[in-house]
Structure formats: structure tokens, C-alpha cells
């Protein structure tokens, strides 16, 4: 296979296309460049604040250019713009509309998210990435999914349409919710959910029209990674916890724990810090105990006692 020289490539390419901010070389699959980590996070806080003024390096096995309209690369395709990365089959460039059309194995990598999708479409111009038919994984903060549509606005707004999201690690839905439009800001670290529901193994367990859950290490007020398991004494058990945020000095966790052969128990954990003192006040109730003659319960299920105040460190 023929090689173009960079500066030949560089040249056609930014006469037919585009211009001065660009570049462009067509190599070999062995030509030695090695691609990024692929699961890595990558912030690079020293580059443009305006990515998009950054270079356009492009490789390939073949190039058809046609002037002052599109550039169609071919084969093993690498573009690389600041800290973002699209690899695919198949990329166009189109000249009036300044975009990138990625087709065929796409992989895209920014730095804080990975995915991978059939098609990518980046606006050079707005910083605008849309993915199709995706699973991404986040680099920087746990999470990850599918979707059938995201796009990208600006620099930090994730918007998902008919997707999924998990915390479990790759290979492993033992929960996760879904949803028919999921906003995530990795900045605020956390995710908006609409129409959604929580599936464990698979299985429907409740549907919430709004929610919101953290998606970093933040204190923020929002569901948890929820909980399953099945046993002969209580069946299956459910628990999904709630983290509310009141003040930087006090905070509480409230955790919803279904039981199938018990009922549906709520627990309360309580912390508090003063100059003076620190404490923790932790609370359980179930309503209505199937395996006890429906009597309520409150304390813990196999003894009863009224909350107690103890230290934080106990």
C-alpha cells in the first residue's frame, strides 16, 4: 500500500477541507502509533478551554476527498482532537457543516467517558457528540449503560434517551436502572432520571417518575446502589437506600427493605456533629410483619427496642 508524507497528506487535505486547523496523514496498520488507554480517565486541565480550537489529527488506510465538500477516510480510522478519540470503520468529514460522521465499530474516548456505538456524529463547531445504539462506561466516576440515543452538549452535560445505567462492574447486572431520558453531569456528579424503573436480575422492582442519584464521591441527596439477595428465612429482599444531605453537620440515610416473606420494612440511620458532641441516631420499623401475626415492629425485627444514641465511631 502507498504512503502519502505527512506534509503532502496535510496539505491536500487542509486545501480540499480543512483549512488551516487541521491535519491529516494516511498510514499503514503498522505504522507505530499507539492509541490512548482505553479505560483510563483523562482530564487534561492544561489544554484550550475551547477544545474544539484544537488540532485535528486523522489516520487511515484510504482517503477520497472531494473539494470544498467531504473527505471520506476509510479503514482502521483514528481521529484525535485534544483529549478526544473516535475510532471506527468508516469517517467523513463534511465541509459546510463542519461535522464528523463516524460509521462501523465506532469507539469514542473523551477522557471521561468511553463508548461504544454503530454511529457518532461530533458538531466541530458546538462541542456536540451524539452516539447511536451505545454502551458507554464513565472513566472519571463509576457508571455505565446503554442507550439507543446520547448526545453530548457542551463540555460536561450527558443526555440519554431509552438507556440504562449501573454502578456494577462490566459483565455484572445484578441492578440497574432504566429509564426513558437520563441526564448526567459528571461535574455535579450526579444523574437525573426520567420515567424510570429498578430492575434486579432482570426483574421490575418499582417505577419513580423523578429521581436523582450520585454517580461520584460527593455528598449529595439521592438514591444508592441498591441491594438483593434470597434466603429461606425472609425470601427475597430487596433494599434500596436513600441519602439525603441536610447540612454539612448532619446527614441521614434512609433505606427502603422489601422481604418477601415479611413485609416492607424502613430503616433510618441519623448522624449528627457539633463542636461539642457527635452522635448517630438509627431507627427500624416494620409496619406490618407477615411472620408474626402482622404486628408491627419497631427497633430491629427480632428484638424490641427504641432508637438509641451512640457515637459516630461506636
Not at 149 to 154: A, D, I, Y
Not at 184 to 204: F, G, K
Request: aromatic content about 8%.
Amino acid at each position: 500500500m502507498s504512503r502519502f508524507s505527512r506534509t503532502y497528506l496535510a496539505a491536500s487535505i487542509g486545501a480540499a477541507l480543512l483549512a488551516s486547523y487541521a491535519h491529516a496523514e494516511e498510514t499503514s496498520k503498522n505504522s507505530g502509533q499507539s492509541m490512548p488507554p482505553a479505560e483510563q480517565c483523562s482530564v487534561d486541565t492544561a489544554q484550550s478551554s475551547d477544545s474544539n480550537q484544537e488540532p485535528i489529527n486523522i489516520e487511515a488506510d484510504s482517503l477520497e476527498a472531494v473539494n470544498g465538500q467531504r473527505a471520506t477516510y476509510k479503514g482502521d480510522v483514528v481521529v484525535v482532537q485534544g483529549n478526544k478519540t473516535i475510532t471506527a470503520d468508516k469517517v467523513t468529514l463534511h465541509q459546510k457543516e463542519n461535522t464528523v460522521v463516524a460509521e462501523g465499530n465506532v469507539i469514542m474516548n473523551d477522557g471521561e467517558i468511553r463508548a461504544v456505538s454503530d454511529k457518532a456524529t461530533n458538531n466541530l463547531d458546538k462541542d456536540e457528540i451524539t452516539l447511536e445504539n451505545t454502551q458507554y462506561q464513565f472513566l472519571c466516576t463509576p457508571g455505565r449503560g446503554e442507550a439507543v440515543f446520547v448526545s453530548k452538549t457542551g463540555k460536561k452535560l450527558y443526555q440519554i434517551e431509552d438507556g440504562s445505567i449501573t454502578s456494577c462492574p462490566e459483565g455484572d447486572n445484578s441492578w440497574r436502572f432504566l429509564a426513558s431520558g437520563i441526564d448526567i453531569n459528571p461535574d455535579e456528579e450526579v444523574a437525573t432520571l426520567y420515567n424510570s424503573r429498578v430492575e434486579v436480575q432482570n426483574v421490575p422492582i418499582f417505577y419513580l417518575p423523578y429521581m436523582q442519584m450520585p454517580i461520584g464521591d460527593k455528598r449529595k441527596t439521592g438514591f444508592l446502589r441498591p441491594s438483593a439477595s434470597l434466603g429461606s428465612k425472609n425470601g427475597f429482599e430487596f433494599s434500596l437506600p436513600v441519602y439525603w444531605n441536610l447540612a454539612e453537620n448532619y446527614d441521614l440515610l434512609t433505606t427502603f427493605n422489601y422481604m418477601q416473606n415479611r413485609g416492607l420494612q424502613l430503616k433510618g440511620d441519623f448522624r449528627y456533629l457539633t463542636t461539642n458532641s457527635s452522635g448517630r441516631l438509627q431507627a427500624e420499623i416494620l409496619g406490618n410483619d407477615k411472620k408474626f401475626e402482622d404486628k408491627a415492629r419497631v427497633g430491629l425485627p427480632s428484638l424490641p427496642i427504641t432508637p438509641t444514641l451512640t457515637p459516630i465511631g461506636a
